[in-house]
């Protein structure tokens, strides 16, 4: 075997290496944080896709890694490129844990994952492994005045529509902001029910079904992004309507019970099945399109 050969096959059997020892220097870095974030931000509804986020992510680098084709590189700029992302990452870090402000600290995992990728591995290494490096941003704990800002239209856009559209079918079904008035009863659409939470998980499960799916024609990918929002919308508009009529028939407390948390399974089921959809007519569509062009 030749000098340059053995060193790309030794390159190859460092990258899983210098992938377990990033993995343990992470862990001493930021484990910390994570057991700060378990008792009190990973507790929040708005971030219950965190840890599920750093499985794909962790599973994702590591097939990667261990299929080959990633090598450790020697490469200055890249490696100058990396030391300033790791650079800027560790002070926000370290500014985050500091201030004690969650969004700074959670947000640093992006730099300092960049960076440590760029270092060992180069702009191959990055355009190799962007998936797991793009999804950290599932891994952010946005303020909760910024969420309050964000829900409060969804919330108010949610009860509307769910109240007209009941009131079109001859219910007594009236809204006054986020608060739906189904006969003697009163429902304030919650978070939860608002749509940002369902939106979040939604975008990063439609994000790793396409990227599991790997579809060869960009077009299908932009059509299933394009309709995660409405989607989200429209299965939560479901969820609300149907906890609206369980507490109209059976009282308030059938709809607070499990049945709550039922037609929380339901509306997730549903936008699934919506982007599988989804993502099958465009497949198709985009197919027929193409045969009619040779033909």
């Known amino acids: ?121 180069g702009w191959r290494g990055v355009l190799r492994l962007w998936f797991s490096l793009a999804m950290i941003f599932y891994l952010i704990i946005w303020p909760g005045w910024l969420l309050d800002g964000l829900t409060a239209p969804l919330k108010m856009l949610v009860s509307q529509l769910v109240a007209n559209g009941l009131h079109a079918a001859g219910l007594p079904v009236a809204h006054a902001g986020a608060v739906i008035a189904a006969g003697p009863y009163h429902l304030l659409v919650a978070d939860a ?44 508009m479901l969820r609300v309507t149907i906890l609206v009529l369980i507490t109209f028939c059976f009282g308030y407390d059938a709809g607070q019970g499990f049945l709550h948390d039922g037609a929380g399974l339901v509306m997730f089921a549903a936008a699934l099945a919506t982007v599988f959809a989804v993502d099958a007519l465009a497949m198709w569509a985009f197919s027929i399109s193409a045969k009619e062009r040779r033909s």
């Not at 931000?41 to 962790?58: D, K, T």
């Not at 300033?84 to 969650?102: D, K, M, Q, T």
């Not at 940002?196 to 990918?221: C, E, F, M, P, Q």
Request: aromatic share 8%.
């Open 193 to 236: 029910c608002s749509g940002l939470n369902s939106l979040i998980a939604l975008t990063s499960v439609g994000a790793i079904y396409l990227y599991a799916a790997k579809h060869g024609d960009w077009r299908v990918n932009a059509v299933v992004i394009a309709s995660l929002a409405p989607i989200a919308i429209l299965a939560n």
């Open 1 to 121: 075997m030749s000098a340059p050969a053995q060193t790309a096959h030794s390159s190859l059997k460092q990258a899983p290496l210098a992938g377990a020892v990033f993995c343990l220097g992470w862990l001493v870095l930021y484990l910390p944080a994570y057991l700060d974030f378990a008792d009190s931000a990973w507790r929040r509804a708005e971030n219950g896709h965190v840890l599920f986020i750093m499985a794909v992510i962790a599973g994702a680098a590591g097939a990667r890694l261990a299929a080959g084709g990633i090598v450790v590189t020697k490469n200055l700029m890249a490696q100058v490129a990396g030391l300033a992302s790791l650079g800027f990452g560790l002070g926000a870090f370290a500014i985050g844990r500091a201030a004690e402000a969650e969004v700074i600290t959670s947000a640093s995992q992006a730099p300092v994952a960049l960076g440590v990728v760029l270092i060992l591995f």
